[in-house]
Nanobody
Framework: VQLQASGGGSVQTGDSLRLSCSVS???????IGWFRQAPGKEREGVSC?????????YYAESVKGRFTISADTLKNTVYLQMFSLKPDDTGVYYC???????????????????WGQGTQVTVSS
């Protein structure tokens, strides 16, 4: 399983970005999660989508109402649309293929054998 994240950049507070995660396998086989890691901090869960499970979506409290995760099954791509960005959103964003079943996706646990390379998001005030 290979994943490739893209779409990061340097923006101002209040701006928007859309991240993309291209996956080498069908989205029917895995849930796809977005995680981020700020300098000196642990990797944390941001959002997750499980397409085969009625496209169930999950969000960290810190991004609810500002970020939207979606999937294009024809392109095997998962998107993370980010609105109203804040400096606290700064970090390297990674996508990962997660087990469909169990609590990893709903709890946004950064536990996966399959990770994309990460894309940098920098939000300045």
């Amino acid at each position: 399983v290979q994943l490739q994240a893209s779409g990061g950049g340097s923006v101002q507070t209040g701006d928007s970005l859309r991240l993309s995660c291209s996956v080498s396998v069908t989205l029917d086989d895995y849930a796809i999660g977005w995680f981020r890691q700020a300098p000196g901090k642990e990797r944390e869960g941001v959002s997750c989508i499980s397409v085969p499970d009625d496209s169930s979506t999950y969000y960290a409290e810190s991004v609810k109402g500002r970020f939207t995760i979606s999937a294009d099954t024809l392109k095997n791509t998962v998107y993370l649309q980010m609105f109203s960005l804040k400096p606290d959103d700064t970090g390297v964003y990674y996508c990962a293929a997660l087990p469909r079943f169990g609590s990893v996706c709903p709890t946004l646990t950064p536990s996966s054998k399959y990770w994309g390379q990460g894309t940098q998001v920098t939000v300045s005030s």
